[in-house]
């Protein structure tokens, strides 16, 4: 009897390490409620940059799916293909048709292409701008994507900040 | 026998959470990507018809028409043509230098509640006015404030329609006059 006493006293002891998840669950479930309150998804995507800041609006329509120029202060883009870049906001005049004096030619010639395969499209046309750029800036956009088939120009807004 | 039957009843059952939480822990980063927390927007109003139709009858007539010009410092010129008759007022930009929305919007209430019928307005910026500010003032003349409702008088015999839309059709009237 002592010798078994002994000898269960050098067994290894089982000391099984149990994580209490309890805490870590009401965490998760916290979260992933806050997650599904706030969740929303949109049909378009749209991808900012640092220089592209969206101006603020009330209104809350959604976007639908169409053409897409953005105008941040460094660069015009067409459906995230980067077309002519700015300097402070403007346009060089280098990238100004001659013929005309105030479309883009680079964004007319690539809309012209677009026109003809999209049908579908029906003249929409989706303008990211930035806030800080001059209405300048802007009509020269809307002038060179009227003339090019797509007059009817949406304007990129965030919602309610 | 009978005490040994109730320390069973005693017994803890423990939840074992660990497949509780494995879901939790995939859907959490599945849900961060997913959710488009930066709302974008459009603006481009969707009418109710006699809006809609109103917009039309404005547009069919050039002379029933609002024009706002907007100065690079911060003054807005209106004028209202109806009937061959033209008014125009002056409104100065506010303390800040800015456009004074507060009087823009005052001002283009007197006007829809003399004319329930107008739904559009000509925006004219000044080439250096920045983009937010136009579309501040937009934002200030879509709706009426407070939710005020105007009764807009239906076409045909049709009943009379309230809406708190003031001018949601904004055209940018400069857009192809250059220089």
């Known amino acids: 009897m002592p010798y078994r006493r002994k000898n269960r006293l050098l067994e290894p002891k089982k000391t099984g390490f149990a994580l209490n998840v309890t805490s870590m669950t009401d965490m998760f479930t916290i979260l992933l409620v806050f997650l599904l309150q706030t969740y929303a998804t949109s049909d378009v995507e749209v991808k900012m940059d640092e220089n592209l800041r969206l101006p603020s609006s009330n209104s809350d329509l959604n976007p639908t799916r169409s053409v897409q120029v953005s105008i941040s202060k460094t660069e015009l883009k067409l459906n995230d293909n980067k077309l002519v870049g700015l300097s402070e906001g403007h346009f060089s005049p280098a990238d100004i048709d001659q013929n005309d004096g105030f479309s883009i030619s680079a964004l007319a010639t690539e809309l012209q292409k677009l026109s003809g395969e999209n049908e579908k499209e029906e003249g929409n046309i989706f303008v990211l701008a930035d806030e800080s750029l001059d209405f300048e800036t802007i009509r020269q956009v809307m002038y060179t994507t009227s003339m090019a088939g797509f007059p009817k120009v949406k304007l990129a807004t965030v919602i309610g900040q | ?179």
């Open chain 2, 1 to 179: 026998m009978k005490r040994k039957h109730f320390r069973k009843m005693e017994s803890e059952i423990e939840l074992d959470l660990a497949p509780l939480l494995a879901v939790m822990v995939k859907l959490v980063p599945v849900l961060l990507i997913s959710s488009a927390f930066v709302q974008v927007g459009v603006i481009e109003t969707e009418l109710p018809q006699v809006v809609k139709e109103s917009i039309q009858d404005n547009k069919d007539q050039p002379d029933k028409r609002i024009e706002l010009v907007l100065k690079e410092n911060g003054s807005i010129e209106i004028s209202r043509s109806a009937n061959g008759a033209l008014e125009n007022f002056s409104l100065p930009p506010s303390a800040s230098g800015d456009f004074d929305l507060a009087l823009v919007r005052q001002k283009l209430l007197e006007l829809k509640e003399k004319d329930t019928t107008l739904f559009s307005v000509e925006l004219k910026p000044e080439a250096k006015v920045s983009y937010s500010k136009i579309v501040k003032i937009m934002d200030t003349i879509r709706k009426s404030p407070n939710g005020t409702k105007f009764t807009v008088p239906g076409k045909s015999g049709a009943a009379p329609f309230e809406t708190d839309l003031m001018f949601p059709d904004v055209v940018f009237a400069n857009l192809f006059s250059k220089g």
